[in-house]
C-alpha cells in the first residue's frame, strides 16, 4: 500500500508547478500540437518540452508524434476532474475568508 502513495506524491508534485496546471488547462479541450501550446502559454520549445516530460512521466498527459509535429493530450478524464475539484475548494476557501473579512468590517 505504501507505493500508491508514492505514486500519489509524484502526481501532487507534478502538479504543484503553476505552469504545468496551465498546460493542463489548455489541453481540456482536447489534443493540442506543441507549437499550439507554446502559441497558447508563452512558453519556449525547451520550457515546454520540458514542462510536458514531467507531466509525462507520472503518466498525466500522453503524446504521440506526426512527422515533425508532437501532439498532447490528457491521459485520463479523471485529471482534470482532480484539477476542477482542486480548484473549486480553494474558490470556497477564499469565498469564505472574504466573508469573514467582510463581517469583521462590519463589527467595527
Same mark, same amino acid.
Given at each position: 500500500m505504501?507505493?500508491?502513495y508514492e505514486l500519489q506524491a509524484g502526481i501532487c508534485k507534478a502538479l504543484s508547478n503553476?505552469?504545468?496546471?496551465?498546460?493542463i488547462n489548455k489541453l481540456k479541450g482536447g489534443e493540442l500540437s506543441a507549437a499550439e501550446l507554446m502559441e497558447k502559454?508563452?512558453?519556449?520549445?525547451?520550457r515546454l518540452s520540458q514542462y510536458m516530460?514531467? *507531466?509525462? !512521466?507520472?503518466g498525466l498527459i500522453l503524446s504521440r508524434r506526426e512527422g515533425v509535429t508532437v501532439y498532447y493530450r490528457i491521459s485520463n478524464i479523471k485529471?482534470?476532474?482532480a484539477c476542477t475539484l482542486m480548484?473549486?475548494? *480553494?474558490? !470556497?476557501e477564499i469565498k469564505g475568508k472574504n466573508e469573514l473579512a467582510a463581517s469583521l468590517k462590519g463589527d467595527k
Open positions: 505504501e507505493r500508491i503553476p505552469k504545468r496546471l496551465e498546460l502559454t508563452g512558453l519556449s520549445k525547451s516530460g514531467g *507531466l509525462k !512521466a507520472t485529471i482534470l476532474e480548484r473549486e475548494v *480553494l474558490l !470556497a
